[in-house]
């Protein structure tokens, strides 16, 4: 039973720490889109959108997940 809550645990982190690396990227992304002022920013208003909408369901399974490692 242990050797499974440290399984999750792990799992767990994993899925943490890669939605903090996507969250940081997919700001570096949207800074840099806007940043180039000489480029028409023609898809940078739909890019950051659908990774926002990714990360937030990402988030909210992991509150799922958060609730059933400690329920």
């Known amino acids: 039973s242990s050797a499974l809550d440290l399984q999750r645990e792990s799992v767990y982190m994993s899925y943490s720490l890669r939605l903090v690396v996507l969250e940081l990227e997919s700001h570096r992304v949207s800074e840099s889109l806007a940043g ?3 480029m028409p ?3 940078a208003p ?3 959108v659908i990774e ?3 990360v937030e369901r990402m988030a ?3 509150n799922v997940m958060a609730a059933a490692i400690t329920a």
Do not use: L, Y
């Open 46 to 48: 739909v890019v950051p």
């Open 52 to 54: 926002d909408d990714r």
């Open 41 to 43: 920013p023609r898809r």
């Open 36 to 38: 180039s002022g000489n």
């Open 60 to 62: 909210n399974s992991m």
